[in-house]
């Protein structure tokens, strides 16, 4: 799998995600990073250190930027720097990130971890018919446990790379992780997650397991 320079994660870019987690709803993206030893193929599985407390699955859409992007205040130029659009995991390692909030310390350790990020196979954006209507699910043991649409974004897709591209130079082969809805829990061991990528020419469907 080809390394990005960098994995751009939004938080809370969902409302009803902020509000299980007891988290206010944001008036700015909430922007964090995973470094590129935090990829992992969708076929490695999932593994973390059990003394780490649990794991949550955050599926997310997730999409690689092909052209650079810096400083872009338009939201529909910023779109054209998407090349192609995939599902992933964010996965964090919730005790650990709660104990380090309540400390005030920055969260890397749960969030950037390596084996912390999970990806599918590249779909091309021309896929994408409409930005803003754009599903997707997850499933962990045949149960849905998460649905996502770009509808409900608290900040559309466009917006969302515009402001990133304020703060963090987008290269090529970068990945921007768009944030989750809500249904997060924790991992157990032989469980078998099928993500779903819906509203585009057909549904483009991936699953990995936790070891």
Same mark, same amino acid.
């Given at each position: 799998?080809?390394?990005?320079?960098?994995?751009?994660?939004?938080?809370?870019?969902?409302?009803?995600?902020?509000?299980?987690?007891?988290?206010?709803?944001?008036?700015?993206?909430?922007?964090?990073?995973?470094?590129?030893?935090?990829?992992?193929?969708?076929?490695?599985?999932?593994?973390?250190?059990?003394?780490?407390?649990?794991?949550?699955?955050?599926?997310?859409?997730?999409?690689?930027?092909?052209?650079?992007?810096?400083?872009?205040?338009?939201?529909?130029?910023?779109?054209?720097?998407?090349?192609?659009?995939?599902?992933?995991?964010? @996965?964090?390692?919730?005790?650990?990130?709660?104990?380090?909030?309540?400390?005030?310390?920055?969260?890397?350790?749960?969030?950037?971890?390596?084996?912390?990020?999970? @990806?599918?196979?590249?779909?091309?954006?021309?896929?994408?018919?409409?930005?803003?209507?754009?599903?997707?699910?997850?499933?962990?043991?045949?149960?849905?446990?998460?649905?996502?649409?770009?509808?409900?974004?608290?900040?559309?897709?466009?917006? @969302?790379?515009?402001?990133?591209?304020?703060?963090?130079? @987008?290269?090529?082969?970068?990945?921007?992780?768009?944030?989750?809805?809500?249904?997060?829990?924790?991992?157990?061991?032989?469980?078998?997650?099928?993500?779903?990528?819906?509203?585009?020419?057909?549904?483009?469907?991936?699953t990995t397991f936790v070891k």
């Open positions: 799998m080809t390394r990005p320079s960098k994995i751009v994660c939004v938080g809370r870019s969902y409302a009803d995600h902020a509000k299980e987690l007891g988290n206010a709803v944001p008036d700015r993206p909430v922007l964090f990073i995973k470094p590129p030893s935090s990829l992992v193929d969708l076929t490695e599985g999932i593994q973390w250190n059990p003394v780490w407390g649990d794991c949550h699955y955050e599926c997310e859409l997730s999409l690689r930027i092909d052209r650079p992007l810096k400083g872009e205040t338009d939201a529909t130029a910023a779109l054209q720097a998407v090349g192609a659009v995939t599902l992933g995991l964010d @996965l964090t390692l919730r005790d650990l990130q709660n104990e380090l909030k309540a400390k005030g310390q920055p969260w890397e350790r749960a969030k950037a971890f390596d084996g912390s990020c999970l @990806l599918g196979s590249w779909v091309d954006v021309a896929e994408i018919r409409d930005w803003k209507a754009v599903t997707y699910s997850l499933q962990v043991n045949d149960e849905l446990r998460q649905k996502g649409d770009t509808a409900l974004l608290i900040f559309d897709i466009g917006s @969302l790379l515009a402001e990133i591209s304020q703060v963090f130079s @987008l290269e090529p082969g970068d990945v921007v992780m768009t944030g989750t809805p809500a249904g997060v829990a924790a991992l157990r061991s032989g469980d078998q997650l099928t993500m779903t990528l819906n509203g585009i020419s057909q549904d483009f469907i991936w």
